[in-house]
Every structure is written in C-alpha cells, then in structure tokens.
C-alpha cells in the first residue's frame, strides 16, 4: 500500500505572506528521499536555507522549480510513502499544519543550519541587490558579489556587471592568485586520484559549501593575525567545580565556556575596538555585547549568538549556552538566534590542541580561540608550582587592532579568568 503526502513550504522565520525564491531543486522526479533530506534551497533577503522533507519517500510529482517565487504553505512536491508508520507520522503532522497556520520551525524540523550564512547577510551585512538569475550567474563563475558595485538603480547587479568585472579582473595586472581569490576559483591542479588506488566520492552538501565560501571569503579578504597567550585558571576551576558540585541536583553545569563568554564581554567594554565593525569609510562602535560560540555538529560548523551578555550573570550565561547547543544539535535554532554577534569564541578545549588559528567572523573584528587547559609547571619568583593553564588564541583584523592592542585585550582577559574577583570590578 503506498499514499500521496504533498509536502508544503513549512514557516521559515521571514512573514508567511512575503515570497521567497527558490535558487535550487534538489531532487527529481523518481528520486526517493529521506526523512529530513534537503529537497529545495530557498533564498529570503536574510537567508539562503535548505528546507527538508518531514517524511521519507518516492518524489512522484514537483510543483516548483528554480527561480519561481513562494510562501509558506506553497506545494513543493508529492511524495509516494509505503511505510506505515510514516504514514502515521504524516497524518499528525497534517494536523498539526492545520490546526496551527503558525507552524514554528521546530515543528517542522527545517534545517537551519544552512544559516550559517544569515549571519553573513544579516541585517549588518546586506547583500548586493541582484536576481536570483545574476546571483546563479555569479555561483557559476564563482564570483563574489560583495566586490561588485551595482550599476543599476539602487546598485543593483546585473549579468553584465558581473561580465565586466570577470573581464577587469582577468585584464588586471593582478598575481594569478590574486584574481583567483577575487573571483574565487581555485588554481589547485586537478588530480586523478584514481591512478593511486581506489577513492569514493561524496558530493559536498549546501552546508559544506556555505561554511566554506564564508570561511574562504573571511580569510582571503581580513589580514589576520593571531596572539597567543595563557591564562591561570586554577582558581578558577577550583571554583568552578565546587560551584557545580553544589547545583548537582538542579542540573545546571557550568563549562569554562560560560566564564569566558562573560569576560569576553567585560573586557569588550574596556577595549571598544573589539567591538567594533568596519564599514567602508567607518568604524562602527556597538553599544551592546552579544558574544557568539562556534558548536560543532554532524553537518558542520553553527555559531549561536547570546545577547546582551553584559546584563547576564554565569549560570544563566551556562544555561543558554546548553539551550543553543541542544537546539543547534537537533536542526532547531532559529535565524535570529544567528544574528547580531559582536564577537566569537571558538573553543576547542573539550578535544584539545594547544593553540590554532580561529577565523574571523565577518562583520566581526576578533575571534578568540580557546585549546585544552594543561597543569604546567609555573614559576613565582620561588619555585614551580602545579597551576592549570587555559591556551587562548586571539585573532583579529590587522586593519582595525594594532599587534599592541591585541596582546593588551588578551592580558585583560587573563587577569579576570586568573582572578575572576575583577569582573566585579
Ligand atoms: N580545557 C579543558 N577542559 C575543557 C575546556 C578547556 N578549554 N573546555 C571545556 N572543557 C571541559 C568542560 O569543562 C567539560 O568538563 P566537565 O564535564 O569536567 O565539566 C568538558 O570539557 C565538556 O565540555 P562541553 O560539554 O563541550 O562544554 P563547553 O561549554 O566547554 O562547550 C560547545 C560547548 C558547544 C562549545 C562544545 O561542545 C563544542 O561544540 N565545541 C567545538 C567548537 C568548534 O568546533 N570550534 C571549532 C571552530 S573552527
């Protein structure tokens, strides 16, 4: 026995009657799909987001296809399902859709983790104006859009913005690697890996491929240098485990994370130009301290945003920081909940490595990175003493922070985590 389930555009956190475009189809007729498996890459003016099938099954028919616009609630396709149980699982979930025209992304599982890139187009960092035919265009050449100056009305991008700025680039006087990184192609040789021994290909998924072109955009275009310095934490272990053997039985944990994020944002306020954002002509000075945290998970990497971390004490910091991870984990952060950071901590000290070079997170300014604490031997002017060492690797925009300045913001941040009594301060 088989069933036809049309699968619907769920809510993906933009107004239900405002139309999106759908840039990518996933899938074709015939194909059978997953649970969860991405069928249609959709673009707002916020976001490029890759909505998911609720339900495994045989595509029979697609009723949109790249380029068309539509809302929430607009058919995507129909899905042969065989299972029964699936079927079980469609029908509550039919339900649920009309009983609540406000179906929250949790309900529809969507996968948010293709966000990632809303935080590159968030309302701090607009994208070019263009089409999704110019914007396809560009994907094709691997052109960047943000080095290109519209010159239609509101600048927006035409396709012979993009045929002039391919032809200049290639015409310019440009090293080869330099064209190369503005348009985005790499030179690497191609190689047959197949003369060597046996390979298995996979093609890279949406996510893959977003983290990775903000990634190479960030490194290529922010001259980063990195500071690497440690601090004293012992104390502040020592405190920290005695607090959480107290909050046992409430279940709240603190991480040294939790700490950090709150230091992050004291030493924010002390040295404003890490707080800052550049803009073509200007820096922009914020007034609030939102701190993101990179959490790994299985298709990538998400970075969460907590706000107004200034006006938040240590647990409840913990407990957000263990909101966001769950909820990163299980394809359920929200949009906003990826927006608006002022600075990012990428720890790695759960797994360890002593130092490594975060990347910026533009339109952020600084990112630190944070190793595996170690007991070290340390000197006190008497003798060597056991102390736990926290490795801390500030990278930072050599265009805004001098090398000076970085090494007096990671030292201010030692000094609260060594005694964490100044954050009183
Ligand atoms: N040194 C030593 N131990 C550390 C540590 C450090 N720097 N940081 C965390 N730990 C310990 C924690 O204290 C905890 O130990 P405990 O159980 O004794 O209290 C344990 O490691 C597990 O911590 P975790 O659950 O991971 O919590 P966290 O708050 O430190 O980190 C995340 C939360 C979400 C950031 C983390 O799970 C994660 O995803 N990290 C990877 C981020 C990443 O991939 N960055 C790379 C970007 S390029």
């Not at 309900?107 to 914007?135: A, F, M």
Request: hydrophobic share 40%; charged share 25%.
């Amino acid at each position: 026995m088989s069933d036809i389930v049309k699968i619907t555009v769920p809510d993906i956190g933009v107004e239900s009657s405002k139309e999106i475009q759908v840039i990518e189809t996933l899938v074709s007729i015939g194909d059978t799909v997953k649970n969860q498996q991405g069928i249609i890459v959709v673009e707002s003016d916020k976001a490029s987001i890759e909505i998911p099938a609720t339900m495994s099954g045989k595509v029979k028919f697609i009723y949109i296809k790249t380029g068309d616009k539509i809302i929430q609630g607009s058919p995507i396709l129909d899905l042969e399902i065989e299972d029964l149980e699936i079927k079980i699982q469609s029908s509550k979930n039919l339900i649920k859709n009309e009983e609540n025209s406000d179906v929250s992304l949790e309900k529809t599982g969507i996968n948010l983790q293709n966000n990632l890139e809303s935080k590159d187009i968030s309302s701090y960092e607009k994208l070019p104006l263009s089409s999704p035919t110019v914007r396809k265009f560009a994907r094709e050449l691997g052109v960047n859009l943000n080095h290109i100056k519209g010159s239609a009305k509101n600048n927006r991008i035409t396709i012979n913005d993009i045929r002039e700025f391919v032809k200049n680039t290639l015409n310019s006087k440009s090293t080869a690697s330099n064209r190369n990184d503005l348009l985005g192609i790499s030179i690497l040789p191609k190689i047959d890996f197949e003369k060597f021994g046996s390979i298995e290909i996979k093609p890279l998924s949406t996510m893959r491929k977003i983290i990775g072109d903000k990634l190479h955009r960030n490194w290529v275009n922010i001259p980063h240098i990195t500071n690497n310095d440690e601090a004293d934490i012992t104390d502040l272990e020592n405190f920290r485990v005695s607090i959480n053997k107290e909050n046992e039985k409430l279940g709240i944990k603190i991480t040294i994370l939790a700490f950090l994020i709150k230091a992050v944002s004291i030493s924010l306020k002390e040295y404003p130009e890490f707080n800052s954002s550049l803009d073509e002509n200007n820096l922009i000075f914020k007034k609030y301290y939102n701190i993101g945290f990179a959490i790994d998970i299985k298709k990538g990497l998400i970075v969460p945003v907590i706000n107004n971390v200034d006006r938040m004490g240590i647990i409840d910091i913990a407990k957000k920081i263990k909101e966001l991870s769950e909820k990163a984990r299980n394809s359920k952060i929200s949009p906003s909940e990826l927006e608006g950071g002022c600075f990012s901590i990428s720890s790695l000290g759960n797994i360890g490595g002593t130092s490594f070079t975060p990347i910026i997170n533009s339109p952020e300014v600084a990112i630190l990175g944070v190793s595996k604490a170690q007991y070290k031997p340390m000197w006190n002017q008497e003798k060597f003493l056991p102390r736990l060492m926290l490795p801390l690797s500030l990278s930072y925009d050599h265009r805004i922070i001098d090398g000076a300045l970085a090494a007096r913001f990671n030292s201010n941040l030692i000094k609260i985590l060594t005694d964490y009594r100044r954050a009183l301060l």
